[in-house]
């Protein structure tokens, strides 16, 4: 089993920044691959990040040179960092792992982008 936990949501001003963490407890071997969805109100939950264990990344085009993510395989974490925020971007977010063809989720926590 493994549990993931995020952080570092909020409400940030159109053009700002925010950084958000996952934290994975339970058993991390056998992850392959780690990620962020995203679920607007009256939206599907969409996949826009994702990192692989051996560091090579994947962003939806919606995010792509404003969003970042990374992942520390020994903290058990991934992270995303959050640059450029517009509206369109307010949502909650998911922290997702893969472990053997399962998939896991966090709780989501809310971003919100608005002046």
């Known amino acids: 089993q493994v549990q993931l936990v995020e952080s570092g949501g909020g409400l940030v001003q159109p053009g700002g920044s925010l950084r958000l963490s996952c934290a994975a407890s339970g058993n991390f071997f056998g992850i392959s691959v780690m990620g962020w969805y995203r679920q607007a109100p009256g939206k599907e939950r969409d996949l826009f990040a994702s990192i692989t264990g051996g560091g090579s990344t994947n962003y939806a085009d919606s995010v792509k040179g404003r969003f970042t993510i990374s992942r520390d395989n020994a903290k058990k974490s991934v992270f995303l960092q959050m640059n450029s925020l517009i509206p369109e971007d307010t949502a909650i977010y998911y922290c997702?792992?893969?472990?053997?063809?399962?998939?896991?989720w966090g709780q989501g926590t809310q971003v919100t982008v608005s002046s």
């Open positions: 997702w792992g893969r472990r053997f063809a399962l998939d896991y």
